[in-house]
């Protein structure tokens, strides 16, 4: 992918492509308006990981856009010849795992993501989530909306579900 990427944006000097570890991304925190992890998620092998990462490098309120191939649904033919797709891809290692929907959703909310909209379209569940202002453990379940004075200004110590969300009042400029 990344090579193709390279063909495809050559000479684009506002553009840079880096090959990371999903689940240490090397970009500071806050550091992306949207991020787009396009026929991915079923290819990491620690999705918990990789979106807390993404919810990391993200700027509160940002976008955050996804698809997940999802266990072969449909009827005869089609699911069987899905499911020969699937095995292949994992004996070749490029997919590691499709997904039940229930188990996307699980995934994304508990990384402090609130799902926008979503739709799945034949095997594949497609998302688009919004980064919350602060990170929740609610046993895997969406964090309520917050309602929150303009007078307090957030910040969040510590990373991942364990990660503390303080509150303090915000300096006037």
Same mark, same amino acid.
């Given at each position: ?13 506002? +553009? ?11 970009? !500071?925190?806050?550091? %992306? /308006? *949207? ?7 079923? &290819? ?21 856009? *996804?698809?997940?191939?999802? =266990?072969?649904?449909?009827?005869? !033919? ?6 020969? +797709? /699937? ?6 290692? +490029?997919? =590691? *795992?499709? %997904? ?60 991942? !579900?364990?990660? +503390?969300?303080? &509150? ?6």
């Amino acid at each position: 992918m990344l090579a193709g990427a390279e063909r495809r944006f050559a000479g684009r000097k506002n +553009i840079e492509l880096r090959h990371a570890d999903a689940a240490a991304l090397p970009y !500071p925190d806050a550091s %992306f /308006d *949207t991020v787009n992890l396009a026929n991915a998620i079923h &290819c990491l092998p620690d999705v918990p990981a990789a979106l807390r990462e993404v919810f990391r490098v993200l700027k509160p309120g940002g976008t955050f856009a *996804t698809n997940a191939l999802l =266990y072969p649904r449909g009827p005869w !033919p089609l699911k069987p010849i899905a499911q020969r +797709i /699937d095995d292949w891809g994992m004996r070749k290692g +490029i997919l =590691y *795992t499709p %997904f039940q929907a229930e188990e996307v959703r699980r995934h994304i909310a508990a990384a402090g993501f609130e799902v926008v909209t979503e739709k799945v379209s034949g095997n594949c569940l497609d998302v688009l989530a919004r980064r919350t202002l602060l990170r929740y453990s609610y046993g895997g379940q969406a964090p309520p909306s917050l309602k929150l004075p303009p007078s307090l200004k957030l910040r969040r110590t510590g990373r991942g !579900p364990g990660a +503390i969300p303080l &509150c303090k009042k915000a300096r006037q400029f």
